[in-house]
């Protein structure tokens, strides 16, 4: 069982930057390939990006893609997203994810990935 507990949410303005963080319980952390996600009110939730298990490969849906960077350090068993040039419609809730894998698939479907945290609220302002 994996315990993962996002923080770092909160409210910024638009252009601005927030850096979230996903902490795992996992003493394999680095056995999985972690993925962000966000909710957003009456939407779906949607693929932000991925990260392989050795910071290797990464992947990312194209509405973040050169504005949001993912990033892990299996020494501390946590994620990161760092987000810039935050955008009304990037208002969401936003997971992290953990699926058990060997070989990095950059995986965007939720149901893929085993383990779920919280949830953290990002808003926007414009």
């Known amino acids: 069982q994996v315990q993962l507990v996002e923080s770092g949410g909160g409210l910024v303005q638009a252009g601005g930057s927030l850096r979230l963080s996903c902490a795992a319980s996992?003493?394999?952390?680095?056995?999985?390939?972690m993925g962000w996600f966000r909710q957003a009110p009456g939407k779906e939730r949607e693929f932000v990006g991925a990260?392989?298990?050795?910071?290797?490969?990464?992947n990312y849906a194209d509405s973040v893609k050169g504005r949001f960077t993912i990033s892990r350090d299996n020494a501390k068993n946590t994620v990161y997203l760092q987000m810039n040039s935050l955008n009304p419609e990037d208002t969401a809730v936003y997971y992290c994810?953990?699926?058990?894998?060997?070989?990095?698939?950059?995986?965007?479907?939720?149901?893929?990935?085993?383990?779920w945290g919280q949830g953290t609220q990002v808003t926007v302002s414009s």
């Open positions: 994810a953990a699926r058990l894998e060997w070989i990095f698939t950059g995986q965007t479907m939720g149901a893929q990935y085993h383990y």
């Open positions: 996992a003493r394999t952390f680095s056995s999985y390939t």
């Open positions: 990260i392989s298990r050795s910071s290797s490969s990464t």
